[in-house]
C-alpha cells in the first residue's frame, strides 16, 4: 500500500510538467471557440441566408459528430492532405505538421460549435426593449450589438460559458490520441515506461482535478463580477 | 431651430401589420413646449403611432418632420418606408427621447452608465460633462443619491424616473412617451406623474400616450382621441372631456369613469 502511494507520488513531477500544455489547449482553443462562436451566433441569426445556412449547417455537424472522430478526421486526413499539398513548401510547414497545431483546430472549431449555440439562444432571450431603446437614442446597429446585445447575452450565458470551459479541459484528454503529450499522454507514457496501469491514471486524474478546482475557483469572481447587475 | 416651425409634424401616417390597418392616415403637429396627449381604447394604434414617429416601426406612408428636418425616407418592397440615409434616422432619433411603457433600462449598466450612454456615445460629449449633466437630472427626478445602483436594485418608478433622465440627458426637440405610468403599481404613479409635470412646466415639448385622464387634462395643450386608427377628437382638453361629440368618445370617456 505505501508503495502505491509512493507510485502516485512519482508520477507528480512529469505529470505537473505536462499540465501547461493541458492549460494551453484549453485556454487556446477556449478563446478561439469564443471568438469564432460569437460570429458563428451572428451570422446565425442574421437573417442572411448566405451566414445562417452555412453557420447553421457547421454547427450542427460539428455538434453532431464525437470530437474523437473530428480530430481523427483532422490530423489523419487533412494532416495526410495538406502533406501532399502546396502548403508542403510553406515556412509554415514544420509547425502545422505537428499534432499540437491539428488538435487546437479541432477543439476550437468544437467549441465554437458549442459557444455559438449557448450565445444564439441568450442573444435571442434579450428583452426587445432594451434594443429598442439603444435603436430609439441613435445607436447605430454596430453600437447596439457591441455595447447592449453582447454584454447582455455573455451576462445571460456566463455561467454556461464557463462549465464549458471545464468540460473541454476534461476533453483535452483525446488529444493524447494524437500524439500530445499532455496530462493524459504522459500518464499514459509513465504507464508504459513503468508498467503500472493504476498509478499514473490515478495520479493523472488528481492533477486534472486540483486543475479544475484552480480553474473554478478563478472564473467564480470573474462571473461575479460580470453578472453583479442581477439582483443584489 | 426656426421658432415657427412646428417641433414636430406627423403627416398622413399609415401603417398596416399584414393586412391590418392600423393607423389610416394620421396627422398632427406640436409646436415647442406644447404637451399632445393622446387617448384611445386599447388596441386603437396609440403605441404604433408613437412608435412610427421614430421608427422603431416603419410606415407605410407619411412623413415624419423634427424641427424643420423631414426624416427622408424610401418605400422597400414590402410597400414600407424605410430612412434612405441611417446616419440621419440616428440623428433624429436622437432628438426624440423616448420613454417606454417598460422602462427598457439596460440591465448591464448602472444609474450613472444608462444616463450618460447617449451623451457620450452618441452625442460625443466629454464623460465628465456628461456625468455633472446626469447628476442634474438626477437631482431633478429625485434619485441623485442613486447613480451607482444597477436597475434590477430599483422600484418600477425609480426605474421609470430613470428612464425619463436618460431621454433627458439627450436634450430632446421632443419627449414622446408611451404609458409611461401603466406598469405601475399604483403607490408609485405619482411620482412618475410628479416628473412629467415638472417637464410640462418647463415647456418640454411632449407626446404622451396615456391613461392618466386627470394628468392629461391638467398639462395637455391638446388632447388627441385616437379611435380605429384615425383621429376622432382633437381639441383642447375641455374641449374633448367635458363635450364629448360623438358616442364612441362618450363610450371611451364613461368606461374610464367606470373603471
Ligand atoms: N408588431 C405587430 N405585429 C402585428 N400586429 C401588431 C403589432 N403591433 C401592434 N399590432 C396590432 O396593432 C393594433 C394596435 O396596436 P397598438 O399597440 O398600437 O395599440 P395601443 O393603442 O397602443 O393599445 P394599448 O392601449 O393596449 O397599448 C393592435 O390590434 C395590435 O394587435
Ligand atoms: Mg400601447
Redesign the pocket.
Known sequence: MNDFVTNIVNCLPDLLAAAPLTLLLTLVAGVIGLVVGTFLALARLSGQPLLSLPAAAFMFVVRGTPLLVQLYLIYYGLGQYLGHSWVRQSFLWPYMREGLTFALFAYSMNQAAYNAEVLRGALQSISKGQIEAAQAIGMSGFQTLWRVRLPLAFGNCLPVLTSDIIILLKSTALASTVTILELMGTARVIQRQSLQVYEPLIACGLVYFVVVVLLTALMRPLENRLTRYRKG | MDTNQPALSVRDIH?Q??N?E??RGVSFEAHSGDVVSII????????????CINFL?SPNSGEIVVGGEAIRTRKDKTGSLVPVDKAQLRQMRARLGMVF?NFNLWDHRTVMDNIIEGPVHILKQSKKQAKEQARALLDKVGLFDKEDHYPSQLSGGQQQRVAIARALAMNPTVMLF??PT?ALDPELVSEVITVIRQLAEEKRTMIM?T?EMALAREISSKLIF?DQ?LIHTQGSPAEVMDNPDSDRLRQFLGMLNAA
Not at chain 2, 40 to 51: D, F, H, N, V
Open positions: 401603417k401589420f399584414g391590418t392600423v393607423l384611445g381604447s386599447s388596441g386603437s394604434g396609440k403605441s404604433t403611432l408613437l412608435r416601426e411603457q408611451d404609458e401603466s400616450v391613461h385616437l386608427g
